[in-house]
């Protein structure tokens, strides 16, 4: 038998699964400090899959930490620990981009595996200069949520000739999965720079001719908003017939989204990696289908 250990979102997971489920109590004092105490039912027999996304506005400084003490809580029990960050925190600093700052995607990985992590589960991570395998040294698997956010925007919205718009050249890989996800025959990237001290951003759109066209923008991430409501710009004065705009990750800083919902788009959504407003696709199913494979269980 296996054991599911989390929150509200691992628990859909372990009755999906069958599994027994074990909540996390998750207490933050008033100093911010955080103390996630397992609430075993009967014994934790392993191996053990733990999945913790962090909490509605959770700091996630507050939320990495949670995961490193309940790993090395787990550690103390069983052997084996399967462990699922949906969003990895601290992937976006994939190199020293500047001298002085530290790799710290690495140093996360590393302290994810001294933990006790015996292999490493995320979704859709943004790594683009190195790879998860080259900062782990445990098993990896970066699932992919992008066929999710195409499935559930086939379903909901009408288009006959869309164009999908990948904010920055970095997000192409996923702009072009979409577009094969929803049968579209266009996929292209702005070009993006973001100034490395002060975080604005400056953009170019290709030459391109979008009008009576529907433009479904995506990427993985939505922090401040800013990359979005420029690339929605840039559609709207190439002639959109409506703009779409979706991502993995609602990370969703300040006040991005009243910014977001100022833009009137068709349609603005995420999946729930990070619990928002708009988490509108449900991610479980590709957790649930990567713990099947891993037990070996998936029916054909
Ligand atoms: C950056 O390369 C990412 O893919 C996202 O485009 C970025 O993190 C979005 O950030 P923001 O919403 O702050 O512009």
């Not at 911010?32 to 996304?53: D, T």
């Not at 690495?106 to 292999?119: F, Q």
């Not at 499935?151 to 072009?176: C, G, Q, R, S």
């Amino acid at each position: 038998m296996s054991d599911i250990i989390g929150g509200t979102f691992a628990k859909g997971i372990a009755h999906s699964l069958n599994l027994s489920f074990h909540a996390i109590e998750r207490r933050e004092y008033p100093d911010s400090e955080v103390c996630p105490r397992i609430k075993v039912q009967g014994e934790l027999e392993g191996p053990v899959y733990l999945i913790l996304r962090p909490k509605q506005d959770q700091n996630l400084n507050a939320y990495l930490t949670e995961f490193l003490l309940t790993l090395n809580n787990v550690a103390e029990h069983v052997e084996q620990i399967y462990a699922f960050m949906p969003y990895m925190v601290y992937a976006r600093q994939d190199k020293t981009f500047r001298p002085g700052e530290p790799l710290s995607s690495k140093i996360v990985a590393e302290l994810i595996e001294k933990s006790g992590a015996t292999a490493f589960y995320t979704l859709t991570v943004h790594l683009h200069r190195i790879k998860l395998k080259q900062i782990f040294n445990i098993e990896v698997q970066n699932l992919s949520a992008i066929p999710l956010l195409a499935k559930y925007t086939k379903e909901t919205y009408t288009f006959h000739n869309p164009v999908i718009l990948a904010p920055d050249d970095e997000a192409l890989t996923w702009a072009k999965q979409f577009a094969s996800e929803i049968g579209s025959d266009l996929y292209v990237s702005i070009h993006k720079e973001r100034d490395l001290n002060t975080g604005s951003i400056s953009t170019k759109m290709p030459d391109i001719d979008l009008g009576g066209r529907e433009v479904i923008i995506v990427d993985d991430i939505i922090a401040t908003g800013e990359t979005m409501i420029s690339a929605c710009e840039h559609a709207r004065e190439h002639g959109a017939e409506y703009v779409i705009g979706c991502a993995v990750h609602p990370v969703l800083v300040d006040d991005a989204l009243s910014k977001l919902r100022r833009l009137n788009l068709e349609g603005l959504f995420t999946t729930n990696t990070l619990p928002s407003k708009i988490s509108k696709v449900d991610v479980r199913d590709v957790i649930v289908h990567a713990i099947q494979e891993r037990r070996g269980t998936i029916s054909e």
